[in-house]
Nanobody, 128 residues
Framework: QVQLADSGGGLVQAGGSLRLSCAAS????????MGWFRQAPGKEREVVAS????????YYSDSVKSRFTISRDNGKNTAYLRMNSLEPEDTAVYYCAAGDNSRYSGSYYVLEHMYEYWGQGTQVTVSS
């Protein structure tokens, strides 16, 4: 079992930056692929980024590529999402997630069903 606590959201002006954190407790996060998803009002939840156990492989959705950076510190059992050049379209609740690395070995974890554990979500609001 893994418990995830995501934090770091808030209100920021367009062009600003935020860093989200996802602290894992319970089983070591180094056994899990970590991902960030977001859900805007009236829209389905979508993948934002994911990172492999070692951190060597990352995935970004086209809408955030070059603006967001996912990282992890396995020693601290924490994953991060650095968000730069934020746009009003980035407004959403952001969720971190953990997926067992052994289930889809070699694949990018970009689908919700690949993840077993979810944080409670943190609100990001970008004003224009």
């Amino acid at each position: 079992q893994v418990q995830l606590a995501d934090s770091g959201g808030g209100l920021v002006q367009a062009g600003g930056s935020l860093r989200l954190s996802c602290a894992a407790s319970g089983r070591a996060s180094s056994d899990y692929v970590m991902g960030w998803f977001r859900q805007a009002p009236g829209k389905e939840r979508e993948v934002v980024a994911s990172i492999s156990v070692s951190g060597s492989r990352t995935y970004y959705s086209d809408s955030v590529k070059s603006r967001f950076t996912i990282s992890r510190d396995n020693g601290k059992n924490t994953a991060y999402l650095r968000m730069n050049s934020l746009e009003p379209e980035d407004t959403a609740v952001y969720y971190c997630a953990a997926g067992d690395n052994s289930r889809y070995s070699g694949s990018y974890y970009v689908l919700e069903h690949m993840y077993e554990y979810w944080g409670q979500g943190t609100q990001v609001t970008v004003s224009s």
